[in-house]
């Protein structure tokens, strides 16, 4: 994830997170490790990556991604940063989708190629 979201949500547990960011930060936690990364081709003993944004991370590396996840909630949400893509051009880089997971107050889709 990049450093902007890594510093708006708590720590993922049991996993390893890398935060990519391009300061000269390097910070570890319990479950997390920060470097100066500027690309995710870095990150070693790489075989299955989560993105888990924000949205320059998105822009950047979503296109290399074989399947996406996509939450839609059903009530607004407001915050101060949008996702990259529209529906229409998610669908044109995953054209299969399949509904996923209902969640209270969303749906989780599935979007591969």
């Known amino acids: 994830m990049g450093r902007k979201t890594y510093e708006s949500c708590p720590p993922l547990k049991n996993r390893i997170t890398y935060v990519l960011t391009k300061g000269n930060t390097t910070f570890f936690t319990d479950h997390t490790l920060a470097m100066k990364i500027y690309s995710i081709k870095e990150i070693p003993n790489l075989d299955t990556v989560f993105l888990c944004g924000g949205a320059e991370l998105y822009k ?28 229409k051009e998610i669908q044109k880089m995953f054209p299969k989708v399949e509904l996923y997971k209902t969640i209270t107050n969303g749906s989780i889709y599935k979007y591969s190629k």
């Open 60 to 87: 950047e590396y979503l296109s290399l991604c074989s399947e996406f996840y996509l939450t839609i909630f059903d009530f607004p949400a407001f915050g101060d940063t949008k996702f990259p893509y529209g529906l």
